[in-house]
T-cell receptor, first 114, second 114 residues
Framework: DTEVTQTPKHLVMGMTNKKSLKCEQHMGHRAMYWYKQKAKKPPELMFVYSYEKLSINESVPSRFSPECPNSSLLNLHLHALQPEDSALYLC?????????????FGSGTQLSVL | KQEVTQIPAALSVPEGENLVLNCSFT??????LQWFRQDPGKGLTSLLL?????REQTSGRLNASLDKSSGRSTLYIAASQPGDSATYLCAVRGTGGGADGLTFGKGTHLIIQP
């Protein structure tokens, strides 16, 4: 299994809603990432978890709350989002977070905030 | 700070042609370079990863080369097919990148005409 699975594929939410994005991998990878990608732009790093601990937070607003319950699962909890948060949210993983490793991306969650 | 440029921004060619996509980077202190494919509204599919000590990598009809000293990489696609239509992203990993070391180019949008 060389896949990173993201659910849901699409999500529409209001500004007062609370929702969660889920990412799962069964490759035994110990580094997991959240990226945000706006249309026609490259991905931007949000968070990195290494061995289930948050190692990088790229000054992301607190309305985005990551969680790594175990080594296979990564969640992104969303609350009180703004319309400008509408984007494709990508999860990625790599074996141990080393700089020489290949990154494996999921198919993304397309989020629309109304 | 690392900067990655991909030329051309868009390319449309008839089916069956061989083509070359270009990626240039300003800081040669890199660990590796990864080529990705992205279909509209979807995640990134890793195509090839070239470590800084390597000159090229091949996978099927794809061949990627790296000239670290001149700050250039090319992705060669042989015998193009309509299914190759996608955006191709080049990502450089090095000390001049973001917190994850990565700097993405803006991509080349490729259309293969049947």
């Amino acid at each position: 299994d060389t896949e990173v699975t993201q659910t849901p594929k699409h999500l529409v939410m209001g500004m007062t809603n609370k929702k969660s994005l889920k990412c799962e991998q069964h490759m035994g990878h110990r580094a997991m990432y959240w990226y945000k990608q706006k249309a026609k732009k490259p991905p931007e790093l949000m968070f990195v978890y290494s061995y289930e601990k948050l190692s990088i937070n790229e000054s992301v607003p607190s309305r985005f709350s990551p969680e790594c319950p175990n080594s296979s699962l990564l969640n992104l909890h969303l609350h009180a989002l703004q319309p400008e948060d509408s984007a494709l949210y990508l999860c990625a993983s790599s074996p141990a977070g080393g700089v020489y490793e290949k990154l494996f991306f999921g198919s993304g969650t397309q989020l629309s905030v109304l | 700070k690392q900067e990655v440029t991909q030329i051309p921004a868009a390319l449309s060619v008839p089916e069956g042609e061989n083509l070359v996509l270009n990626c240039s980077f300003t800081d040669s202190a890199i660990y590796n370079l990864q080529w990705f494919r992205q279909d509209p509204g979807k995640g990134l599919t890793s195509l090839l990863l070239i470590q800084s000590s390597q000159r090229e990598q091949t996978s099927g009809r794809l061949n990627a080369s790296l000239d670290k000293s001149s700050g250039r990489s090319t992705l060669y696609i042989a015998a193009s097919q309509p299914g190759d239509s996608a955006t191709y992203l080049c990502a450089v990993r090095g000390t001049g990148g973001g917190a994850d070391g990565l700097t993405f180019g803006k991509g080349t949008h490729l259309i293969i005409q049947p």
